[in-house]
């Protein structure tokens, strides 16, 4: 377990960004769709930005929380992997749109 502040930190909004990936792909089970706009559902959109900038962000706290505070819990390497990946993917979506 982490055992700074800002390892913490990392750890509860790496856990935000778990519980509304969470949110968004029960909602899809449920039969949510999207349609012509990213916004025409927006619990789908809410639920996927809030998971999304919620990762983002555990990423470069963590990533703070190793190289200021030293931190060297498990738990925040995988949440920075989790964030760069959900960084790359944001951006290949944005430069290569399908």
């Known amino acids: 377990m982490p055992s700074t502040h800002l390892g913490r930190v990392c750890g509860g909004l790496g856990a935000v960004a778990v519980a ?9 089970a449920g039969g949510q769709r999207g ?6 559902n927006p619990w789908l959109a ?14 470069a706290v ?7 505070e ?4 498990v738990v925040v390497f995988v949440i920075i992997a989790l964030g760069i990946a959900v960084l790359l993917f ?3 979506e944005v430069v290569f749109p399908h």
């Open 70 to 73: 030293s931190e060297r819990a």
């Open 46 to 59: 809410t639920a996927i930005l809030t998971a999304a900038a919620s990762a983002i962000v555990a990423a």
């Open 20 to 28: 509304f990936f969470v949110v968004f792909f029960g909602l899809v």
């Open 62 to 68: 963590g990533l703070t929380a190793v190289f200021r």
């Open 35 to 40: 349609g012509e706009t990213f916004f025409s």
């Open 90 to 92: 944001a951006v290949a």
